[in-house]
């Protein structure tokens, strides 16, 4: 991004990660309802569709051609392969709601953070942490949406997301009550923000 486009940026991004099943998802959709003039990004993603998901709601699905065009002619601020499908976060969308002064709420995983925020310096991380380890897989498995295999894959890759968490991001919040968690990460971005 040149310092062009860097200087008519208004708004602020704010980007929440955390392991699978944390309630990132959860969190974000309260915070749309409880802070004013924000933009919850909603990804893209070349996977199928599960049970209960609306395209434009959870993601924006598309197929696996056409996520690839996609990542050909730049349409992505970042995009990554997580558990085998491809994800990315759109980039027209986002700069938009910058131009229009809103804060930008990112919700995506540590190595897509860490792109975006060599884009946008000024981007606020705040990691979801889970209690502790045996409430995460309780979490994952009440879900209901991945087989076996997919769970152990999911509950691997979070130590990995945990440690960047308490290594790269400014805010740790732990969610250990959801309310609570809201609450905080609310009051978070109202401090960035200004509000």
């Not at 981007?123 to 997919?150: C, H, S, Y």
Request: proline fraction near 3%.
């Amino acid at each position: 991004m040149n310092s062009q486009n860097q200087n008519s940026v208004k708004g602020r991004i704010i980007i929440i990660s955390g392991p699978s099943g944390v309630g990132k998802s959860t969190i974000c959709k309260e915070l749309v309802k409880r802070l004013d003039n924000v933009y919850l990004s909603v990804s893209t993603t070349a996977r199928e569709k599960k049970n209960g998901e609306q395209d434009g709601r959870e993601y924006h699905f598309i197929s696996r051609d056409e996520f690839e065009r996609q990542i050909k002619a730049g349409n992505f601020l970042e995009y990554a392969r997580v558990f085998g499908n491809l994800y990315g976060t759109p980039k027209d969308k986002l700069e938009q709601a910058l131009k229009q002064g809103k804060t930008a709420i990112l919700e995506i995983d540590v190595q897509g953070a860490q792109n975006v925020k060599k884009l946008y310096p000024d981007a606020k991380l705040i990691f979801v942490m889970p209690p502790k380890q045996a409430e995460l897989q309780k979490r994952i498995d009440t879900r209901g949406r991945d087989d076996r295999e997919a769970i152990e894959k999911r509950l691997q890759g979070a130590g990995v997301e945990i440690a960047a968490g308490w290594q790269h991001y400014e805010y740790i919040v732990i969610n250990d009550d959801l309310e609570q968690a809201v609450e905080e990460i609310a009051g978070i971005i109202k401090n960035i923000t200004g509000e």
